[in-house]
């Protein structure tokens, strides 16, 4: 690899182009730090990729990696109603990796961020034993609600905004050296951050949000606690995908487990009433009820459902 | 080591404790993101500590690391004159690594932002094959200047806020094992961001600023770069410290070399009028001219001192 000095010269140049329609930096990267635009309510969230845990590069491209690092980061401001306004990336760099891979890996961001409109603001490049990417993403926050996990009533329902267990389907395929399930594999390579469902969810003062990045069994477990409630889970076959079903029926899987214990899906986990959810559900026809908050009495899962367990992330051996 | 939410939850106890004095943090650690107050000129900085490249296990206490990662991102906010509202935490840990060694690590954290007082807004912890540390923290930028690396004139001279080499000088001597020089290494485990010397630059409107991370030479390079000038170092030896003399005498080193070369002493370094710089000595005693800002005709250093070149971090073997 060239010299890290020169690279970062090529990545401000690709950073330049992808900020040139943002007001976000009134001083971009180059100095000690970034100055923003004023935030009345600045949002933040980080969120990190790493080699042989999150990716491999054996199975996703540089421009792969660098989309879904992105996205699932701003998932995180989506499931927090924030609008995106700029990502910091810090990267680490193994020996061995060529600047064309990094550049890459920076088209990669910069598609992901002129799809979901965010500014690029720099950050710091190391040298280290695997590629690494940590994120940082500042929003701006709704003037309406922050919603929280720990929100949830008893009697609400708990709700998702669409099909789940398919990026770890997709993950499972590639795991198994899989070509013919594209669409799958799609599903783990590039996840999208549920901003337009947010919006819906932000009209209907929708208060107890989060995105399911660790699998449906484990977040709702988070929720629960959060909101010291139990969960019931109640999920109907019916809305699990067809291509779901197919692929576990193939490989003799459970699809039930699948969508509890699968994760990053990035769909959003919210609860409300029943009659509210009819209202949701005209305008997100791909959500639907996956349980139901109950009084805490010791458990906060009621029914664990088979051997479903949090998505642990690790695509290594 | 214990569960990773475990884990997150002793950590969450320890923030709360740091955090339970700043107003800057509305929404804490905890859900998809954290909401902070507003900011009106809000500035980032991202910075990284990785194991055998920045510190080393060793060498370091854990509470060292902590504190060391935390100083050396806050100095980034003292170099635009921003004061410290927020900072966030990466944490990837390899396997093997107690609960207590990271708790300790979160108590250096703590004891920094203590000193420079700051919030800590969580972060994300994974597993990786390597400790290390990714930093983003946030400031409130000053209303009446940002200062920039690009800003400096033809004809001002070219000053710093303190002694430089001292960092270097600990890290040579850990590096032979040393153990009767503990005020040298202090320098390199202990660094200090100058929020107070950028008061005093601020004060005097100084404009053109940046810290020295990576060491003079090659810090002075990137101004002159930025700025589009050239600089001929002029450095009196009358200006190093006789612990650096007497420690470079003692092992046939370069005392000039150190003081270009080294890095992580987090001095700042800036650009102004001689008259000005008088008025400011007034105020910081420590500091001293090291060059003057020519113009560029081809070359960014005139008088490329010696071997010197920028501090790599490799702490390593």
């Known amino acids: 690899m060239g010299n890290e000095f020169d690279l970062i010269k090529k990545i401000q140049q690709k950073i330049s182009g992808i900020n040139r329609n943002h007001s976000a930096l009134i001083v971009p990267p180059g100095d000690d730090a970034a100055l923003l635009s004023s935030l009345v309510r600045p949002v933040i969230t980080t969120d990190c990729q790493r080699q042989n845990v999150h990716f491999r590069l054996d199975w996703q491209s540089p421009e792969e990696i660098g989309f879904k690092a992105a996205v699932v980061t701003l998932s995180d401001l989506a499931a927090s109603y924030a609008q995106p306004v700029c990502l910091f990336v810090n990267l680490t760099i193994p020996e061995g990796i060529s600047e064309l891979t990094l550049l890459q890996l920076y088209d990669g961001l910069c598609e992901a ?15 280290g034993s695997e590629l690494s990417l940590d ?10 609600l922050f919603p929280l996990r720990s929100k949830a009533l008893l009697g609400q329902g708990l709700y998702v905004t669409g099909p789940l267990g398919l990026a770890r389907a997709g993950l499972d395929a590639l795991e198994r050296g899989l070509t013919d399930v594209p669409d799958l594999i799609r599903f783990f390579k590039r996840p999208r951050p549920r901003f337009d469902a947010a919006d819906i969810l932000l009209k209907k003062h929708i208060s107890c949000v989060m995105d399911i990045s660790d699998g449906l069994a484990g977040d709702a477990h988070h929720l629960a606690e959060a909101s010291n409630i139990a969960i019931r889970f109640e999920i109907q076959t019916s809305f699990m995908p067809d291509i779901l079903k197919e692929y576990c029926q193939r490989f003799n899987l459970s699809p039930l487990e699948m969508t509890l214990a699968g994760g990053e899906d990035y769909e959003l986990l919210f609860t409300c009433e029943e009659s509210v959810f009819q209202t949701i559900n005209k305008d997100l026809p791909g959500a639907f009820k996956v349980g139901t908050c109950l009084e805490f009495q010791g458990t906060r899962i009621l029914n664990p459902p088979l051997s479903a367990h949090s998505f642990v992330h690790t695509v290594g051996d």
Chains 1, 2 share one sequence.
């Open 113 to 127: 961020l002129t799809l979901y409109p965010c500014a690029l603001g720099g950050g710091n490049i190391s040298s």
């Open 135 to 144: 994120l940082f993403a500042m929003g701006e926050g709704s003037s309406l």
